[in-house]
């Protein structure tokens, strides 16, 4: 059977790490897009940790280029395209709306046209997101949900994920939109909330630093690990339709008690270290998230495998190991 072919944009970030693994396991030709950077010498430090930098072929690009999109679509001729990247972190985009948009809105499109112009047989999966619930109008959302985005980031990924099912029904494109809810794991950047905690934690713990300033700790998230919705990913590319799927666990659990769990796990209390900074407080707040994957269940026979618990034992442990090993990410 001939080789499949993958590119994924966003190589580089949280879910391209755990993608690639994933394609290179099941014996996929993985292809990453890159974007150039001053510091070159980090920018695969995501690659490195979780093994595969050697067994994936870079191109430098950026999701604002279309023309370099399209040549770089012509060289790798694709199977499946994962567009990842994105501006990513929600409280940056109040303060970089329009590069928001730019990227995470209209580069899907750039995307889709690429892909329309170049390789139209190649399966296309979106990451969509839970922002776009925002402010929810169902207490647990699925695929019928409407939206309300709260940010510029959830605005720019609605127009990215109606732009996925316009060119799924204007030119037949195999495209499908993944409404992951929000997935965490050792490799999270540090300025989401998560991993800001378990890295405090272990600092903490380590003696070195004595507080953790957070902002609101009333928000609450259905938070997975990343391992586990990468391979949903992958189950919405190799089915025979194109379709719309939330990936979630169905638990939503606060800020506060994503605290009491890691603190504890290391044998502290978090109310000794936890302290209010308004600076991390948002211009709209996502209150709560809560996601219903019945359908990828039934037509994906996908399931959360990780327990929030487990999750954030992986984490705590993992920052302190590389804290120990005075390592960086
Ligand atoms: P991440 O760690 O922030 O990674 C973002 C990736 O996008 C990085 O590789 C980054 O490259 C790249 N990128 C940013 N701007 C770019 C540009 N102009 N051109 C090309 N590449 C660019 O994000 P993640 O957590 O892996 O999430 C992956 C995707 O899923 C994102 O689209 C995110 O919005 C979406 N999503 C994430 C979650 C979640 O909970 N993790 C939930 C729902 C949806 P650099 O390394 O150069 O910065
Ligand atoms: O970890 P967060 O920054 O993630 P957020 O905003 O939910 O966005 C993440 O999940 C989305 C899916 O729903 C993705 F689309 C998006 O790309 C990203 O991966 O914040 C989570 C919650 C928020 O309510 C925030 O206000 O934690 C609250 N929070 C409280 N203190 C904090 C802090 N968030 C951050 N980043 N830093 C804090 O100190």
């Known amino acids: 059977m001939a080789v499949k072919h993958a590119l994924i944009t966003g190589i580089t970030g949280q879910d391209g790490a755990y993608l690639s693994k994933f394609l290179i396991e099941k014996g996929y030709e993985v292809h990453g897009l890159l974007r150039r950077s001053a510091s070159a010498d980090v920018v695969d430090t995501r690659l490195k ?85 925002g402010l929810i109008q169902e207490p647990e959302q699925s695929e019928s949900t409407p939206f309300y985005p709260r940010s510029p980031y959830g ?43 378990t890295d405090g934690v272990a600092r903490i713990k380590l003696d070195l630093q004595k507080t953790l300033p957070l902002g609101n700790l009333d928000a609450k998230r259905d938070w997975g690990h990343a391992r586990d919705y990468v391979k949903a990913m992958w189950l919405m590319l190799q089915q025979d339709e194109p379709d719309d799927y939330v990936i979630a666990t169905g638990r939503t659990v606060s800020v506060r008690d994503f605290c009491t769990l890691a603190f504890s796990h290391v044998g502290l209390n978090a109310e000794d270290h936890v302290v209010l ?37 992986e984490m705590v442990d993992a920052d302190l190991d590389r804290l120990r090993h005075h390592e960086h990410l």
Request: with cysteine; net charge negative.
């Open 49 to 133: 940790w979780i093994g595969v930098a050697e067994n994936v072929t870079l191109h430098d690009g950026n999701l604002t280029d279309l023309s370099g999109l399209i040549r770089i679509l012509e060289t790798v001729e694709p199977t499946e395209i994962y567009n990842l990247a994105a501006q990513s972190f929600v409280k940056s985009s109040w303060q970089q709306p329009y590069l928001t948009g730019l990227v995470t809105g209209l580069g899907v499109t750039n995307m889709l046209e690429a892909t329309r112009l170049t390789c139209p047989q190649a399966r296309f999966y979106q990451a969509s997101s839970s922002e776009m619930f």
């Open 277 to 313: 900074d308004e600076r991390y407080l948002r211009p709209a707040e996502v209150n709560v998230l809560l996601g219903d994957p019945t359908k990828a269940r039934k037509k994906l026979d996908w399931v959360a495998e990780t327990t929030l618990e487990e999750l954030i034992a």
């Open 155 to 197: 605005a720019a990924k609605l127009y990215g994920h109606w732009m996925t099912v316009n060119y799924r029904e204007s030119f037949g494109l195999h495209a499908s939109s993944g409404i992951l809810f929000n997935h965490e794991s050792p490799l999270r950047g540090i300025e989401f909330v998560t991993r800001k905690i």
